[in-house]
């Protein structure tokens, strides 16, 4: 959202530069009111908001692919439902389904953990594995460990950037790119990584 101080962001598409992509977002904080009277429904089409005109109404494709979205994650009971009676996992399959339901060719997670507990997360991971078909997907994250468990490639940062193109990534290297030691703990089916503290 922030233009770059230096340097170039370039997009492409099949190889081919293009001036830009269309990219869906899900924030790792939401600023939805729940309070507010809204229903499931309406949170989801908002997020096809640019494909009509300012003023018109969503039509009745608009409301189709809403409905098709709810469905692939498993939220078309709620569809009527008011956002105040969501959990904080369903709140975040909400907007996630608004993050997508406009087909976009790269959704952005920023730390997609951040509302939902242990058992979900891999329920949100097959989730996530079957919208990537369709579409890139990036993931921002600390979690380390349920990282490397769900991704192709892995990009680390933390002052420079590593790109490794398999998750499959030694201790040692995560250990010289972050620049301290990093034990793996195996966690029940969703293992951890702890990073140690920093040395000055």
Known sequence: MMKPFSGKVSYY???????????????????????FPIAVEEVVLSGLSKQKKLFAPFD??????????????????????????????????????????????????????TYIDKRFQEQMYQMLDVINRDCAIIIVSHD???ILQNVKAVACVNRTLHYHDTPQISNDELSEHFGCPIDLLGHGHMPHRVLKAHED
């Open 60 to 113: 009745a494709n608009h409301k189709q692919l809403v409905a098709e979205t709810l469905d692939k994650l498993g939220m078309s009971e709620y569809a009527k439902s008011p956002i105040g009676a969501l959990s904080g996992g369903q709140l975040q399959r909400v907007l996630l389904a608004r993050a997508i339901v406009s087909r976009p060719e790269v959704v952005v997670l920023d730390e997609p953990n």
């Open 144 to 146: 380390v460990g349920t």
């Open 13 to 35: 598409r099949d190889g081919v530069e293009v001036p830009e992509l269309t990219i869906g977002y899900l924030p790792q904080y939401n600023d939805i009111d729940r309070k």
